[in-house]
């Protein structure tokens, strides 16, 4: 009797948090991974490296709205006053969320190529939308942290 085991499938490995700048939390990648059901087929040097990435993108995007929130005197996120109409915990749950949807983007199209059955490679064009569906919620998520709409028009 012979028994199938899977490999890949589960991270062993407890990766430490990702430091951030002290105005936005920290990113846990292990919250990452279940957020975005991501397996252990990922590194978690490559997870780490793709949320810095992110981390790094959403708080030069973000560097303004902070700068204004620090200079009315909130150090950080959570004291930052929610407005009547959203929840508690909205501007860190939006951060994460702009993360998250930034750094899963840029591992998707790293791993595009990558299938033992080249399927993905025939599905390219639907990985191509999966990585800008996550930047465009990433988007989203800053616009909202910044109080702007989702789209922006502009005349040609």
Do not use: C
């Not at 407005?83 to 983007?105: C, E, K, M, N």
């Not at 996550?134 to 789209?151: C, K, L, Q, V």
């Amino acid at each position: 009797m012979s028994s199938f085991v899977s490999t890949g499938t589960t991270s062993t490995t407890t990766a430490e948090p990702v430091t951030n700048n002290g105005f936005w939390p920290d990113i846990e990648p292990s919250e990452f991974r279940d957020t975005h059901r991501l397996d252990g087929t990922i590194t978690a040097a490559r997870i780490e490296g793709a949320l810095l990435a992110a981390m790094a993108t959403v708080n030069r995007t973000l560097r303004n709205w902070q700068a204004k929130q620090v200079d009315a005197g909130y150090a950080t996120v959570d004291a930052v006053p929610v407005p009547i109409w959203q929840a508690p915990g909205v501007f860190d749950a939006l951060y994460r969320r702009a993360v998250f949807s930034t750094a899963h983007a840029s591992l998707v199209e790293r791993y595009r190529d990558y299938d033992a059955t080249a399927s993905t490679r025939d599905r390219g064009d639907l990985n191509e939308y999966t990585g800008e569906s996550y930047r465009r919620d990433a988007a989203w998520a800053i616009s909202e942290i910044e109080g702007r709409p989702h789209s922006t028009v502009e005349l040609i």
